[in-house]
């Protein structure tokens, strides 16, 4: 069974930190791209970063770029997102996806506000 499990989500004040880490198992993680997407309340779901499956390729879209960083260690099948300069606009639930498909993790609860 394909299992994402996201953790390390939580509140933060702006300006803050968080690093979210999502653990697979159950399918051979390092041939897979992966990536983190984010829902917002009420909004749909929006693409924030993806990284190829030797690591060496980071995508991130605008909303991200320059304060997010993805990475992912192929020994531990985890994939991590640090966020940096959090903004209000950040606050969503994040979710780890593998890259291309519908298989997608509970999703962790990344809260900003003041």
């Known amino acids: 069974e394909i299992q994402l499990v996201e953790s390390g989500g939580g509140m933060v004040r702006p300006g803050g930190s968080l690093r979210l880490s999502c653990v697979a198992s159950?399918?051979?993680?390092?041939?897979?791209?992966m990536s983190w997407v984010r829902q917002a309340p009420g909004k749909e779901p929006e693409w924030v970063s993806a990284i190829n499956r030797r690591g060496d390729m980071e995508y991130y879209a605008d909303a991200g770029r320059g304060r997010f960083t993805i990475s992912r260690d192929n020994d531990k099948n985890t994939v991590y997102l640090q966020m940096n300069s959090l903004k209000a606009e950040d606050t969503a639930v994040y979710y780890c996806?593998?890259?291309?498909?519908?298989?997608w993790g509970q999703g962790t609860l990344v809260t900003v506000s003041s």
């Open positions: 996806n593998i890259w291309g498909t519908e298989v």
């Open positions: 159950g399918f051979p993680f390092a041939l897979f791209g």
